[in-house]
């Protein structure tokens, strides 16, 4: 399993793409960085999108690729969502008035893009890995998710705040080579962090002591660009790496 990163901050700023991991450049997990990373030939390879949930940070790429796929694939780009994510693109963005509906164009017998949704909690086919999602906390419906073969297995947390049900499948996973984990604001925001669904590095102290499968690298993204010095800061006595696009990881 090879990931790299082609966006990892939790906002866009010329030197900070937002989320999206390339798997064996076939998978990209979520969408925020993939038409501002890729050329056209290495976008047309993407087979598989597995989005965590539907904000726009997470999926805004996802318009322009269908748009820019258009004549150039034999069969659909696949999107794994859950359901009420599925729905809100369909309702929200797919919807012929913010953007044409490429779940039917060129038709809808071999449309550019298909969505494949799936429960909450279940375990699925992306590709060659086995995908186990997990409920996460977050104002949206959010999954972490554990991608596994044969061999290797990696843990990413999605947009999340403080959970129990992420740590319960982490550390009951056999062969986990990689745990990514997102914290997207400093301490001083720990009221906005609780009401937004994500983590500070204090909250994230407490969230680690539930990791009982100490020795898998623990790898963070998600950081706010607006905050990131005092972030590194914060994030210091942790035992943690902090992700940077442009890098790959081979597990």
Not at 5 to 15: M, S, V
Not at 90 to 118: A, Y
Not at 130 to 135: F, K, M, N, P, Y
Not at 149 to 171: E, F, Q, Y
Request: glycine share 6%; net charge positive; with cysteine.
């Amino acid at each position: 399993m090879r990931i790299r990163i082609l966006g990892c901050h939790g906002g866009e700023l010329p030197d900070c793409k937002t989320t999206c991991f390339l798997i064996d450049e076939k998978i990209a997990f979520d969408a925020g960085a993939l038409t501002a990373s890729l050329g056209l030939e290495r976008l047309a390879q993407v087979d598989h999108i597995l989005l965590s949930h539907s904000h726009f940070d997470h999926v805004k790429d996802l318009p322009l690729l269908a748009d820019l796929m258009v004549g150039l694939r034999k069969k659909p780009v696949t999107v794994h969502a859950s359901r009420e994510c599925t729905q809100t693109l369909r309702n929200c963005m797919f919807n012929d008035r913010l953007w044409p509906d490429f779940t039917r164009i060129p038709n809808s017998r071999n449309p550019v893009i298909r969505f494949e949704p799936f429960r909450v909690g279940s375990r699925f086919k992306v590709g060659k890995y086995a995908v186990q999602s997990v409920l996460v906390s977050h104002p949206v419906e959010s999954c972490g998710f554990v991608i596994s073969d044969r061999h290797s297995a990696m843990a990413i947390s999605g947009d999340t705040g403080p959970t129990d049900s992420l740590w319960t499948l982490v550390n009951r996973t056999p062969n986990l080579k990689a745990l990514v984990l997102e914290t997207s604001f400093p301490n001083r925001l720990q009221a906005l962090a609780d009401i937004s669904g994500h983590l500070t590095p204090q909250t994230l102290r407490r969230e680690l002591a539930k990791f009982k499968r100490n020795g898998a690298p623990i790898l963070l993204y998600h950081l706010k660009p607006a905050f990131l010095r005092q972030l590194k800061k914060e994030l210091g006595p942790l035992p943690v790496e902090l992700l940077e696009a442009g890098d790959v990881f081979d597990f």
